[in-house]
Structures are given as structure tokens and as C-alpha cells.
Nanobody, 127 residues
Framework: QVQLVESGGGLVQPWGSLRLACAASGFSSQHYVIAWFRQVPGKEREGVACISSRDDISYVANSVKGRFHISRDSAKNTVYLQMNYLELEDTAVYYC????????????????????WGQGTQVTVSS
């Protein structure tokens, strides 16, 4: 069973930076995708970025492109979301998610594709 544990959330001022980490374990396949989603109350969960087990192919949503970066440390089985120039609108609960349906990236990041979810970590951007 895949397990995902997020860490790194917190309170940050506008234009500040945070790095989220997702420690992943239990994959039964070498072909998987790990993603970051975020959600605010009353809104749908939004895909932020994802990364493939194959050659670390990655995708970052247009809404955060240029400010957020996703990376993977395969030795530590950890995926990172580096968030720079944070804005008030980035405030949300951030979730790590994964699936083993293959290594291909689907840029629309449909929520139902992902079978495994972490508990979420709160990111609050406030002055």
C-alpha cells in the first residue's frame, strides 16, 4: 500500500518561500506519478504540479508556473514542491497524491486518477 506523508507547511509572508516535502513509500510498480494538489474551503481540489518516475518528467500548472518547482530525490523517495514568491491566493491545504497507472503525465491532473493521498499540510500566506 502506498503511503504519502507531507511536511513543510506553515505561515509565510507574501513574496516568501516554502518547501513542501512528500515522503512516499510502498510502491509496487516502478511506473508511477506523484503530484501536489491544493484546496481551499468551498472550491474544488486543484492540481499544482506532478512528476513521473520515468526520467523525472514533470509538469507545473500555469497558475503557478515560474514560481513553483517540483523535484524528486529518488534516494530518499521524497518529492519536493518549492514555492517561491508566494501570494495570498496560494493559501490552501496542500496534498500529496500518487497513482501507479503508469508513468505518463496528464497535464489536466484529474483528481480521480490519483488513488493515494496524504493527510495534507496547511500553507498560509499572510502579512
Amino acid at each position: 500500500q502506498v503511503q504519502l506523508v507531507e511536511s513543510g507547511g506553515g505561515l509565510v509572508q507574501p513574496w516568501g518561500s516554502l518547501r513542501l516535502a512528500c515522503a512516499a513509500s510502498g510502491f509496487s510498480s516502478q511506473h508511477y506519478v506523484i503530484a501536489w494538489f491544493r484546496q481551499v474551503p468551498g472550491k474544488e481540489r486543484e492540481g499544482v504540479a506532478c512528476i513521473s518516475s520515468r526520467d523525472d518528467i514533470s509538469y507545473v500548472a500555469n497558475s503557478v508556473k515560474g514560481r513553483f518547482h517540483i523535484s524528486r530525490d529518488s534516494a530518499k523517495n521524497t518529492v519536493y514542491l518549492q514555492m517561491n514568491y508566494l501570494e495570498l491566493e496560494d493559501t490552501a491545504v496542500y496534498y500529496c497524491a500518487a497513482h501507479e497507472k503508469g508513468w505518463a503525465i496528464v497535464t489536466t491532473m484529474p483528481v480521480h486518477t490519483y488513488d493515494f493521498w496524504g493527510q495534507g499540510t496547511q500553507v498560509t500566506v499572510s502579512s
